[in-house]
């Protein structure tokens, strides 16, 4: 039996939600070996909540498309979908640019970016796919809705 497209969605925005995890978690990781992980040129005075609140929300997007993919599957939303999916991949792919301008380079963090983006290539080939597929349940309905 194959999944279906939306179990495949969700399956791959769980995975990409994991490794986004995993990428922070590896970030701190250097605190249970006492050394720093503070940003060189950081201050305590900054105000870092609107970092925090982007994070929240690029966790929590991925989170309610997963949950919308399951109980919709309108046209409208598979489209506004494959653009959300379109985004995430273009901001992974930024974020792996930005792993590599970091000196030293952390190519543990740089591998797992590179990760993260080839899963959010198969999500956005997944996504198109679902987008482009015709809702066969609603003409079902409908041809029902005649006879």
């Given at each position: 039996m194959?999944?279906?497209?939306q179990?495949?969605?969700?399956?791959?925005?769980?995975?990409?939600?994991?490794?986004?995890?995993?990428?922070?978690?590896?970030?701190?990781?250097?605190?249970?070996?006492?050394?720093?992980?503070?940003?060189?040129g950081?201050?305590?005075?900054?105000?870092i909540?609107?970092?925090?609140?982007s994070?929240l929300?690029?966790?929590?997007?991925?989170?309610?498309?997963?949950?919308?993919?399951?109980?919709?599957?309108?046209k409208?939303?598979r489209?506004?979908?494959f653009g959300?999916t379109?985004?995430?991949?273009?901001?992974?792919?930024?974020h792996?640019?930005?792993d590599?301008?970091v000196?030293?380079?952390?190519?543990?963090?740089?591998?797992?970016?590179a990760?993260?983006?080839t899963?959010?290539?198969v999500?956005?080939l997944?996504?198109?796919?679902?987008?482009?597929?015709r809702?066969?349940h609603?003409l079902?309905?409908?041809r029902?809705?005649?006879?």
């Amino acid at each position: 039996m194959t999944a279906k497209y939306q179990e495949k969605i969700i399956t791959l925005w769980a995975i990409f939600l994991l490794g986004t995890l995993f990428h922070t978690q590896l970030g701190l990781m250097p605190l249970f070996h006492n050394q720093a992980v503070a940003i060189h040129g950081a201050r305590e005075t900054d105000n870092i909540a609107w970092i925090l609140w982007s994070m929240l929300g690029f966790f929590a997007v991925p989170m309610i498309a997963m949950v919308a993919t399951l109980f919709d599957d309108s046209k409208c939303y598979r489209s506004l979908h494959f653009g959300i999916t379109i985004f995430y991949s273009a901001m992974n792919f930024f974020h792996t640019v930005a792993d590599l301008l970091v000196k030293p380079i952390a190519w543990y963090q740089v591998a797992l970016m590179a990760m993260l983006f080839t899963i959010g290539l198969v999500l956005n080939l997944v996504s198109f796919q679902w987008m482009q597929e015709r809702n066969y349940h609603k003409l079902w309905r409908e041809r029902q809705t005649i006879f």
